[in-house]
C-alpha cells in the first residue's frame, strides 16, 4: 500500500528537549512538506523540501530543524529554541498537484 | 500567510441538507484544491478544479470557480452524518499548497 507515515501518533516533550517527529512515504515523490496545526490558524508552514539533499524554510521554521537525506524520510526536530510546541504537526508529499498527509503528530509539552 | 480563506468558519446543518462553503483567495491560480479532514486526522484530497474550469463534480460533490472574483464554492449535497469533519481550499504560493483555516462542518443525525 502505498502511502504516507508519521509517528508516533502521540509525543510528549519535557522542557529543554528536542524530540523528532518521523515522516516516511513510499509514494516516490520529490516534495514533501511539514505543516503545524493549532486551532483556529489552519496549516502553518515550517519547512519543505522540494529534491532530496535540500530543503527550505517556511513561514514558521524558527526553533525547528529538517533534514531530507533520503527521498523517502524527512524528519522534523522540533528544538528547545522552540517556545510553545504543542500543536498538532502534519507531514504532506506531493505528486501529480495532489498532496497526500500522514495521519498527523500531537506534540504536547509536559 | 494564507492564500485562501475559507467562509464560514463553521456551518451546523441536519442530514440530507445541503451543506455549501465558500472560499477566497488572493493572487491568480493554475488550480485549487479541496480537502477534508476528519477530527484528528490528516487532510484528503477531494477534488481540484482548474482555472479554465468553472464547475465541477465528483459525486456528491459540487465545486465552483470565479477567477474574476477569486472565489470557489463546495457543495456537499444531501448531506451524512458521516461528512462531518473540517474542509480546506489549498491554492499556492510559489508553488506550495498553501491552506486556508477551514470551515467545521457538523451534520447532525
Known amino acids: 500500500d502505498g502511502g504516507i507515515t508519521q509517528s508516533p501518533k502521540y509525543l510528549f516533550r519535557k522542557e529543554g528537549q528536542n524530540v523528532t517527529l518521523s515522516c516516511e512515504q513510499n509514494?516516490?515523490?520529490?516534495?514533501m512538506y511539514w505543516y503545524r496545526q493549532d486551532p483556529g490558524q489552519g496549516l502553518r508552514l515550517i519547512y519543505y523540501s522540494q529534491i532530496v539533499n535540500d530543503f527550505q524554510k517556511g513561514d514558521i521554521a524558527e526553533g525547528y530543524s529538517v533534514s531530507r537525506e533520503k527521498k523517502e524520510s524527512f524528519p522534523l526536530t522540533v528544538t528547545s529554541a522552540q517556545k510553545n510546541p504543542t500543536a498538532f504537526y502534519l507531514c504532506?508529499?506531493?505528486?501529480?498537484?495532489?498532496?497526500?498527509f500522514g495521519q498527523g503528530t500531537r506534540l504536547t509539552v509536559v | 500567510s494564507q492564500q485562501g480563506e475559507e467562509d464560514p468558519q463553521a456551518l451546523s446543518i441536519q442530514e440530507g441538507e445541503n451543506a455549501t462553503m465558500n472560499c477566497s483567495y488572493k493572487t491568480s491560480i493554475n488550480n485549487l484544491q479541496w480537502y477534508r479532514q476528519n477530527s484528528g486526522r490528516g487532510l484528503v484530497h477531494l477534488i481540484l478544479?482548474?482555472?479554465?474550469?468553472r464547475e465541477k463534480h465528483s459525486g456528491r460533490l459540487r465545486v465552483t470557480l470565479d477567477t474574476s472574483k477569486k472565489s470557489s464554492s463546495l457543495l456537499i449535497t444531501a448531506s451524512r452524518a458521516a461528512d462531518t469533519a473540517s474542509y480546506f481550499c489549498a491554492t499556492r504560493r510559489s508553488y506550495i499548497p498553501t491552506f486556508g483555516r477551514g470551515t467545521s462542518l457538523i451534520v447532525h443525525p
Open positions: 509514494l516516490n515523490h520529490d516534495a
Open positions: 504532506a508529499s506531493e505528486g501529480r498537484m495532489e498532496a497526500f
Open positions: 478544479i482548474r482555472s479554465n474550469e
